[in-house]
């Protein structure tokens, strides 16, 4: 009997994340089909039913993370694309510049854990990875001020650039009390610019800012 449609979605999706969890913790040079298709408990011939090399897997792994909400994987972070742009913009920087994305290796942004990766791949790689970040632009740009002038745009590019960069060091790091006072500093000032203010302002807990 063949499988249905929704069984072939829901044995690529498996693939995908695998494959996703496994290019973070390793690399995508360092994987290979065979581990990825044991991950998934499936057999290495059934990869070619879903994609044609590995690397059209390692664009779909990158591209996939535009669909995911950290707060389905972390039970102690809130993103609620419900709220008003500017509340979704800091529920975003509290997410991502925290010590729980910090810590799971598997669960990183591709921004965060693959930059390496991605610069020695080609052209449609890159261009994922790039889709990612402007993706990411886009809706810091939504939370800030005005946010339909050139200004709105460097401050969300720059948002953006200190998020990424700021866990990309903090993963390097062997202090781990260092990496997380990295991340509170980058937090902070990130925070500074969707809220506007130039002159520095009070630490926001993640609670304070998804309550506001």
């Given at each position: 009997?063949?499988?249905?449609?929704?069984?072939?979605?829901?044995?690529?999706?498996?693939?995908?994340?695998?494959?996703?969890?496994?290019?973070?913790?390793?690399?995508?040079?360092?994987?290979?089909?065979?581990?990825?298709?044991?991950?998934?408990?499936?057999?290495?011939?059934?990869?070619?039913?879903?994609?044609?090399?590995?690397?059209?897997?390692?664009?779909?792994?990158?591209?996939?993370?535009?669909?995911?909400?950290?707060?389905?994987?972390?039970?102690?972070?809130?993103?609620?694309?419900?709220?008003?742009?500017?509340?979704?913009?800091?529920q975003l920087i509290n997410a991502y510049l925290s010590r729980t994305?910090?810590?799971?290796?598997?669960?990183?942004?591709?921004?965060?854990?693959?930059?390496?990766?991605?610069?020695?791949?080609?052209?449609?790689?890159?261009?994922?990875?790039?889709?990612?970040?402007?993706?990411?632009v886009r809706m810091f740009a939504m939370g800030l001020h005005d946010?339909?002038?050139?200004?709105?745009?460097?401050?969300?590019?720059?948002?953006?650039?200190?998020?990424?960069?700021?866990?990309?060091?903090?993963?390097?790091?062997?202090?781990?009390?260092?990496?997380?006072?990295?991340?509170?500093?980058?937090?902070?000032?990130?925070?500074?610019?969707?809220?506007?203010?130039?002159?520095?302002?009070?630490?926001?807990?993640?609670?304070?800012?998804?309550?506001?």
């Amino acid at each position: 009997m063949p499988y249905t449609s929704e069984h072939k979605q829901a044995t690529r999706q498996r693939i995908i994340e695998c494959a996703r969890e496994l290019f973070n913790r390793k690399g995508f040079a360092e994987v290979s089909i065979d581990e990825i298709m044991a991950r998934a408990e499936l057999t290495r011939g059934g990869f070619y039913n879903h994609f044609k090399t590995k690397e059209d897997l390692f664009v779909e792994a990158i591209q996939a993370y535009a669909h995911n909400n950290p707060a389905d994987r972390w039970e102690d972070v809130e993103l609620d694309f419900s709220q008003p742009a500017e509340v979704i913009a800091r529920q975003l920087i509290n997410a991502y510049l925290s010590r729980t994305h910090l810590a799971d290796v598997d669960g990183h942004c591709p921004m965060v854990a693959l930059p390496s990766d991605v610069a020695r791949a080609s052209g449609k790689v890159r261009l994922a990875y790039q889709d990612l970040v402007e993706r990411m632009v886009r809706m810091f740009a939504m939370g800030l001020h005005d946010n339909h002038n050139q200004t709105a745009q460097d401050q969300a590019m720059a948002i953006t650039a200190m998020c990424v960069g700021g866990m990309v060091l903090a993963r390097t790091f062997e202090d781990a009390e260092f990496g997380d006072l990295l991340i509170k500093a980058t937090r902070e000032m990130a925070l500074q610019l969707v809220s506007g203010e130039q002159d520095g302002m009070p630490e926001a807990s993640f609670e304070t800012v998804v309550n506001a």
